[in-house]
């Protein structure tokens, strides 16, 4: 698998903060020398450094924005029914996940992640087929939330849901054709939130598996919104009733 690239100070701050294993080396613009490239070099302690020209910069971040900061690291790896095992028997929390079936646009991944982090959710789960997988693309649109919300992979999606009911966590889905808007469900309590897919919405197996479906309410003539949006939103509201 190729090696993942990380550039700009953010995203290069956030994988020595949370995942410094990763980085096999750190190289920076010829003959900058400031406060902050400081600071980051004291965070990166013994790990490999390299100079290089701006030219060749631009070309390992691929014309992105690297501020001439770039990272190499191995790629990022999801977690597993093992770990997410762990995670929910060690919360002392109501359980709070956002599951995701059928998401493959990294960039949209990326935007679930970031706003996840941002909503205080436990763990994104989605399964190992018809899913975007951890890349470097995810990492630069998370902005950071990549390395710090654990991203799980499941085997059968469906499966794993029957399993969040045993430990009653409530499964909500995400529908337009649903008869509750999401402001009138009850969010509280033990959670898994579902968002299906732009266009095709939930598998059928997995809208079976779902204890309630909610949708959105629609006021223009769009009849729905990127995935990562209407997460926002169902997120928040989430949010706003729990606290």
């Not at 993942?4 to 190289?27: C, N, P, W």
């Not at 690291?73 to 028997?89: Q, S």
């Not at 359980?95 to 982090?117: K, Q, S």
Request: net charge neutral; charged share 25%; with cysteine.
């Amino acid at each position: 698998m190729a090696n993942e690239v990380v550039f700009g100070f953010h995203a290069v701050s956030t994988v020595l903060k949370y995942d410094a294993a990763r980085i096999q080396k750190i190289v920076l613009l010829k003959g900058r020398e400031d406060e902050r490239l400081s600071a980051l070099l004291e965070k990166a302690g013994k790990l490999t450094l390299q100079r290089a020209t701006r030219q060749e910069l631009d070309e390992l971040a691929g014309g992105g924005v690297h501020q001439g900061v770039v990272a190499i690291c191995t790629p990022m790896k999801a977690k597993d029914e093992r770990f997410l095992d762990r995670l929910l028997d060690s919360l002392e929390e109501p359980v709070f996940l956002l599951v995701l079936d059928g998401v493959t646009d990294p960039h949209n991944l990326g935007a679930c992640l970031r706003t996840a982090d941002a909503a205080g959710v436990h763990a994104v789960i989605a399964a190992k087929d018809k899913s975007a997988p951890l890349n470097a693309t995810v990492s630069k649109v998370a902005c950071g939330a990549a390395e710090v919300v654990p991203y799980v992979q499941v085997t059968n999606l469906a499966r794993t849901l029957g399993e969040f009911q045993k430990r009653g966590i409530w499964i909500t889905g995400t529908a337009g054709e649903a008869s509750e808007a999401v402001y009138q469900a009850n969010l509280t309590g033990p959670m898994a939130l579902v968002m299906g897919a732009e266009g095709k919405g939930m598998r059928r197996l997995t809208r079976e598996a779902c204890d309630f479906l909610v949708k959105i309410p629609m006021a223009g003539e769009v009849s729905s919104l990127n995935v990562s949006v209407a997460t926002g939103i169902c997120l928040f509201e989430a949010v706003r009733q729990r606290s």
